[in-house]
């Protein structure tokens, strides 16, 4: 079992800038990839950024250039540095561990960027 637990969204105007932090526990050991995964209202959940065991990222198109998918070992959190906001990344973000044993999801936390 892993559990996550995500903080960091908030209300933030278009061009601003938040960082969204994912403490993960329990079987850290088995985790195979961390993502970031967003849903706003109406639209199925996608893809925002992913994070291996050896640190190569990866992005979708929608938010290269704006955001950082990051880790710190010592402190089992991964990190989503948001930079320059618009209101279509509006939504509600999940963490999300890719394990030997499935997937296990955070309760998400809540990004609202106001034009």
């Known amino acids: 079992q892993v559990q996550l637990v995500e903080s960091g969204g908030g209300l933030v105007q278009a061009g601003g800038s938040l960082r969204l932090s994912c403490v993960t526990s329990?079987?850290?050991?088995?985790?195979?990839?961390m993502n970031w995964y967003r849903q706003a209202p109406g639209k199925t959940r996608e893809l925002v950024a992913t994070?291996?065991?050896?640190?190569?990222?990866r992005y979708a198109d929608f938010v290269k250039g704006r955001f950082t998918i990051s880790r710190d070992s010592a402190n089992n959190t991964v990190y989503l540095q948001m930079n320059s906001l618009k209101p279509e990344d509006t939504g509600l973000y999940f963490c999300?561990?890719?394990?030997?044993?499935?997937?296990?999801w955070g309760q998400g936390t809540q990004v609202t960027v106001s034009s």
């Open positions: 999300n561990a890719d394990t030997d044993w499935g997937n296990y």
């Open positions: 994070i291996t065991t050896s640190d190569s990222t």
């Open positions: 329990g079987s850290i050991f088995s985790i195979n990839t």
